[in-house]
């Protein structure tokens, strides 16, 4: 059975086919003004990479922020059902489920056997999402790769108190102007929003083993606040980024009848 799965980010759109469980194609596409277009984009793509065309495609299912705009689906889940079965299927001995994308944050509790025990959701403030990091690496006039690079140089700790992601920009300006070296302050920029995560994902508890997903989860700054504030390692998938994607084809192929 050939399934696809559609994840309607709010940056980026991304599809994951699977036949039987294996994947056989992913795509990933700018999220845009005409999200339902730019879904056509993707899933014409994974498509092509997959030499199928959308007939051969048994069931769809849709998840992410603009789930109900996606074309040809059959059912749409939620983002936090599609993270679990998603990294059930690559780590079962995942417990708690760390998923940062471009606007919000989420924090899950899965169970054994990977179904959703509690779940916690940040979407109030960007500060707490990625793109905070892109609007401070910006503000220092460095890519987001070396942003999150440098601040692996850092060994200072400065505290950043603001909790909204506007009045955090300002007391980055105010950094800058204090001619604080750029690695420092990307290392409070890291340190500040690995806070702001911890605390919403203890809201559920915080079990081992833990897996952060999200395209997040490429930089390598925030990854080692993570780390260091959670006091413990840290499962990141290989294509972090189409976790959400692969559970809403798997939640597909579940749903075959």
Known sequence: MITAGIDMGSKTIKVVILKDGDVLARSLVGSGFETRESAEEALKDALNKAGLTLKDIDRIVST????KEAPHINDDITEVGAGARGIFFLYPSVRTLIDVGAEEGRGIKCSPAGKVLDFVVNEKCAAGAGSFTESMARALEVSLEEFGKMSLTSDKKIPMNAQCAVFAESEVVSLIHAKTP??????????A???RVISMVRRVGIDKDVALIGGVAYNVGFVDSLKRGLESDVIIPENPEYVVALGAALAALENRN
Do not use: E, L, N, Y
């Not at 992410?64 to 789930?67: C, Y």
């Open 64 to 67: 992410g922020a603009g789930r």
């Open 182 to 191: 750029k690695a420092d302050i990307a290392k409070a920029v890291h340190d």
């Open 193 to 195: 929003i690995a806070s």
